[in-house]
């Protein structure tokens, strides 16, 4: 069964600081794709970054990167520069090869303090 | 501007009555998906479009109806609306080739509340 997990409900930080949200996913795929999406208050949901299981190279869209670790099944969203509208529901996702379904955790809020 | 739009954004029905939540991309992506959002259940897939004159149904089909009449534009509709489909819909298009591929860019969302 696949699955995506998220275990840091909450995390503050203070602004301009580097934040490190968790992911870490099951799948029996060789090939897969991972992606993190945003969600502000006002509900809107956002494609942020994503990465393909077998690209070496962690991702980097802006100030955010991604800390793919494959032999741990773990994809960590980093976000330098922390600004206060970065504070949102922060989604992990995944897609198996073989699979349609994007199997999605369930959420990390970021609170960034001023 | 935006690229994926919903309309309307709220909402409000009768049990029993029809509803029908409409969704239009100008991402020109094959791929589009329905999804509702409750607590507790995050996204949840109800059916989706591989293109135009497709619907495939996807994890919670049922209740719910789809249409996808051009390429840019995919339905979501509710025969018997019942106060369980009380929920948050988002719509979403995809790009690439094949849905298990894509990247799903995702619409502002339609509260639908059924008393």
């Known amino acids: 069964a696949q699955k995506v997990t998220q275990t840091q409900t909450s995390i503050s930080v203070v602004e301009k600081t580097t934040v490190t949200m968790d992911c870490v996913y099951e799948?029996?795929?060789?090939?897969?794709?991972l992606f993190w999406y945003k969600q502000t208050a006002s509900g809107e949901i956002v494609f942020l970054i994503r990465?393909?299981?077998?690209k070496k190279e962690n991702a980097t869209v802006g100030h955010y990167s991604l800390n793919f670790q494959k032999p741990k099944s773990s994809i960590g969203l980093i976000i330098t520069a922390t600004q206060i509208e970065d504070s949102a529901v922060y989604f992990c996702?995944?897609?198996?090869?073989?699979?349609?379904?994007?199997?999605w955790g369930s959420g990390t809020k970021l609170i960034i303090k001023p | 501007e935006a690229a994926v739009t919903q309309s309307p954004r709220n909402k409000v029905a009768v049990t029993g009555g029809k509803v029908t939540l409409s969704c239009n991309q100008t991402n020109n992506h094959n791929n589009m998906y329905w999804y509702r959002q409750d607590t507790g259940h995050g996204l949840r897939l109800i059916h989706y479009?591989?293109?135009?004159?497709?619907?495939e149904k996807g994890d919670i089909p049922d209740g719910y109806k789809a249409s996808r009449p051009s390429q840019e534009n995919f339905s979501l509709i509710l025969e018997l609306a019942t106060p369980s489909q009380t929920s948050v819909y988002f719509c979403?298009?995809?790009?690439?080739?094949?849905?298990?591929?894509?990247?799903?860019?995702f619409g502002p969302g339609t509260r639908l509340l059924v008393l």
């Open positions: 479009s591989y293109g135009a004159g497709s619907t």
């Open positions: 799948t029996r795929d060789s090939s897969y794709f």
């Open positions: 990465q393909d299981s077998y």
């Open positions: 979403a298009s995809g790009e690439g080739s094949g849905t298990n591929q894509d990247t799903q860019y």
């Open positions: 996702a995944m897609r198996g090869y073989s699979n349609y379904q994007l199997i």
